[in-house]
């Protein structure tokens, strides 16, 4: 089992930044891939952007591309989202979520999720 914290949502104006944290406990030491995903009301969830802790290789979703950066730090078992330039339509519950295999796509397989953190972005 795998449990997951977020924090460092809240409400900001266009253009702005917020950087939003994943707190792992348990057994982190099976994890594979961190996802960071959203969630605006009325609409599916979106994967937004991913990392591969044995390398940090990382991948975004276009919407998200140069704006948004996912790290990690492996002392504090914790992985960032930075985004900058925020936009309205940034607008959402951001989840991180975690998978402890190599199957399935980027954004796929993920079996263990935190609770969510609200990012509002005002125009």
């Known amino acids: 089992q795998v449990q997951l914290v977020e924090s460092g949502g809240g409400s900001v104006q266009a253009g702005g930044s917020l950087r939003l944290s994943c707190a792992a406990s348990?057994?982190?030491?099976?994890?594979?891939?961190v996802g960071w995903f959203r969630q605006a009301p009325g609409k599916e969830r979106e994967g937004v952007a991913t990392?591969?802790?044995?390398?940090?290789?990382?991948y975004y979703a276009d919407s998200v591309k140069g704006r948004f950066t996912i790290s990690q730090d492996n002392a504090k078992n914790t992985v960032y989202l930075q985004m900058n330039s925020l936009k309205p339509e940034d607008t959402a519950m951001y989840y991180c979520?975690?998978?402890?295999?190599?199957?399935?796509?980027?954004?796929?397989?993920?079996?263990?999720w935190g609770q969510g953190t609200q990012v509002t972005v005002s125009s």
């Open positions: 979520a975690v998978k402890n295999s190599f199957t399935g796509g980027r954004f796929s397989n993920y079996n263990f």
């Open positions: 348990g057994y982190t030491a099976s994890i594979t891939y």
């Open positions: 990392i591969y802790l044995g390398g940090g290789s990382t």
